[in-house]
T-cell receptor, first 114, second 110 residues
């Protein structure tokens, strides 16, 4: 069965510094990969998704992620974070088009420090 | 207006009480989901529905039931609430390639 690992439960980083949030998934023939963000007291919002094509995916708010099939990873990056990026970030995977099921990681709480 | 709405947003109840959480969507999607979120555990799937006549259990359905009253409405019930059902509950819809989440219902069972 598909699984997703987010090794870092919390990541503190100073404002304007770069950040990388790690996500690894178990191998599958084909996968769709997603990053969602959850701001305090809100639902989940899609940051970006990889379905096919270019392995570098750009999303909203200056975030990007790179799909690495050989390392089964989909790490999220931002070159310069803002206080407003403080939130919880979830990586998710599905097995391809038409699948009903998303598997979510346990989340990484990003705290941006002034 | 939000595409996926949930009511109530917060609820405190007592052990043994029956609780219903409601979800409505205006996205026109056939697929709808209920998840619960617990700290350090991420989101876990409770139930999902492909259409009004197709309802399926997720990984943690014990203690829960659902009703799909219409394409736009999907309700989650706790027949007899227990404290370990205290969690944040999310409803979601799904297009071909993306899920859309409601704002969540924070449920506390005392």
């Amino acid at each position: 069965a598909q699984s997703v690992t987010q090794l870092d439960s919390q990541v503190p980083v100073f404002e304007e510094a770069p950040v990388e949030l790690r996500c690894n998934y178990s191998s599958s023939v084909s996968v769709y990969l997603f990053w969602y963000v959850q701001y305090p007291n809100q639902g989940l919002q899609l940051l970006l998704k990889y379905l096919s094509g270019s392995t570098l995916v750009k999303g909203i708010n200056g975030f990007e992620a790179e799909f690495n099939k050989s390392q089964t990873s989909f790490h999220l990056r931002k070159p310069s974070v803002h206080i407003s990026d403080t939130a919880e970030y979830f990586c998710a995977v599905s097995d391809g088009p038409g699948t009903y099921k998303y598997i979510f990681g346990t989340g990484t709480r990003l705290k941006v420090l002034a | 207006d939000a595409d996926v709405t949930q009511t109530p947003r917060n609820r405190i109840t007592k052990t043994g009480k029956r609780i219903m959480l409601e979800c409505s969507q205006t996205k026109g999607h056939d697929r709808m989901y209920w998840y619960r979120q617990d700290p350090g555990l991420g989101l876990r799937l409770i139930y999902y529905s492909f259409d009004v006549k197709d309802i399926n259990k997720g990984e943690i359905s014990d203690g829960y039931s659902v009703s799909r009253q219409a394409q736009a409405k999907f309700s989650l019930s706790l027949e007899s609430a227990i404290p370990n059902q205290t969690a944040l509950y999310f409803c979601a819809t799904k297009s071909d390639n993306e899920q859309f989440f409601g704002p969540g219902t924070r449920l506390t069972v005392l």
